[in-house]
């Protein structure tokens, strides 16, 4: 339920710019177009594997980024603008529905895309809802491209506020400079820290007949090994995060023997580990906006983790109350409500989890 006061945030998000960016930044300048990654599909028979293990690798995990721009309020406007019929893009099509995202159509116009098509269609958008919706309170921007520097200094003139979030390495200066607030994806709570190149020492220990395709004619025989990530089969390190990342693994559900409907919920999920994984983003949220050691209100962080996830409720996992939750998991947070009101914090070693 939307707080009488709550502050009503846009969420705007240019998909080609963050998904491009984030695979670029991994894999290099250019790498995006160099390995034909737009028309890539991976279930072709002929797919070069060593492209569709750089595409996991780079994967976006979306669901952090909606949980980082619930924290500043309600989402009530939610899109995202892309070629949908492109199967990178397809690709990602229920992980975001799965979060309410309107799913905005650009039909590709020219050879080379859609050419700026995003850019001016958002830009649109953000400008109309300012004015259609005057009790919008937060523009939140997810692009690096300078082309938006106007968009955030008129969203700020209009007495909004301004928040932009883009991959390190592409995201301008001056873009960052004209919001009231900027964040790296690579800072937000619940994004795995994934550095450039660090993949190839995964790629070293793999077995060779995963790691590289069939040599291509007249490919060099001494060319530097493609950097990969570990097949999506392999066991996560942290079993608390399967659910959470089982819905940003991408599946192409443009492919005509896959239906597209809404996944069940597999049967080896703990309701209570999941509940576990809500509560720390939430803290790591709470404590990314402040002092690492501040305490927090436990009713704020009860309202970002219904922010991030609607149907959670602590009576069908069997407590009385929230604060019996929050005693129940003292493994990762503390709780204190010595004082006028109750305070939790995370522990420094869930951090590290």
Known sequence: MTEPNDSRVGLY??????????????????????????????????????????????????????????????????????????????SYQRQLMSRAV??????TTTTRGTKNGADIRLAVDVVEDLFRLPDLTHVIIIAGDSDYIALAQKSKRLGRFVVGIGVAGSTSTSLAAACDEFEDYDSLPGVE?????????????????????????GAAADSPATAIEPTPTEAPKKAGSRAR??????????????????????????????????????????????????????????????RMDPSFNEKPLGFRSFTDFLASRSDVAELNDEGSQRVIRLRPEAELR
Request: glycine residues 4%; proline residues 5%.
């Open 102 to 107: 309107d799913l905005t159509q650009l039909f």
């Open 193 to 217: 820290k994934v550095a450039a190149g660090s993949a190839e020492a995964e790629s070293a220990a793999a077995p060779a007949t995963t790691r590289r395709a069939p040599a291509r004619k």
């Open 245 to 306: 990342r089982a819905s940003t693994i991408p599946t192409f559900s443009h492919i005509d023997d896959t239906q597209f409907d809404e996944p069940e919920p597999a049967d080896d999920i703990d309701p209570q580990q999941v509940a576990t994984e809500l509560l720390v983003r939430a803290l790591q949220i709470g404590h990314a906006k402040g002092d690492a050691d501040e305490w927090l209100n436990t009713g704020t962080v009860k309202n970002q983790m219904r």
């Open 13 to 90: 998000i240019d998909f080609d710019n963050i998904v491009i960016s984030r695979y670029q930044q991994l894999h290099g300048r250019n790498a995006f177009q160099r390995d034909g990654i737009r028309n890539f599909n991976k279930s072709n028979e002929d797919a070069d594997p060593e492209v569709a293990a750089r595409l996991a690798a780079a994967t976006v995990d979306f669901d952090a980024i909606i949980d980082f721009a619930a924290s500043f309020g309600t989402l009530v406007v939610n899109r995202a603008y892309a070629d949908w019929s492109v199967p990178v893009n397809a």
